[in-house]
């Protein structure tokens, strides 16, 4: 079993920057390296969307179309935590966030395919 708790959310205005973190923790989680995470997110009255990616190395990652160039996820494997670095964010980035871990060292875009979720993190960029 794997626990995953994010943070990092909050209210910021258009332009700024934000950096969300997710620890993952459990008493039978094997080497966090063996998961592949991903963030997504979900906006109100919009179906939960991938926003990025990464292999269970770090060495691989993907990002949404509507976050390339903005968005940079990584991870760190000793601190057993992924992280999501926001930068420029815009109005339409106001979602709910939540991290995602998958059985196995890659990540997919599909939510179905994860196997853990945190209970998310609230970003809301105002005007």
């Known amino acids: 079993q794997v626990q995953l708790v994010e943070s990092g959310g909050g209210l910021v205005q258009a332009g700024d920057s934000l950096r969300l973190s997710c620890a993952a923790s459990?008493?039978?989680?094997?080497?966090?390296?063996?998961?592949?995470m991903g963030w997504f997110r979900q906006a109100p009255g919009k179906e939960r969307e991938f926003v990025a990616g990464?292999?269970?190395?770090?060495?691989?990652?993907g990002y949404a179309d509507a976050v390339k160039g903005r968005f940079t996820i990584s991870r760190d494997n000793a601190k057993n935590t992924v992280y999501l670095q926001m930068n420029i964010l815009k109005l339409e980035d106001t979602a709910v966030y939540s991290c995602?871990?998958?059985?196995?060292?890659?990540?997919?875009?599909?939510?179905?395919?994860?196997?853990?979720w945190g209970q998310g993190t609230q970003v809301t960029v105002s005007s």
């Open positions: 995602a871990a998958k059985v196995g060292m890659v990540y997919t875009t599909k939510m179905t395919q994860y196997d853990y």
């Open positions: 990464i292999t269970g190395s770090g060495g691989v990652t």
């Open positions: 459990g008493r039978t989680m094997s080497s966090f390296r063996n998961y592949g």
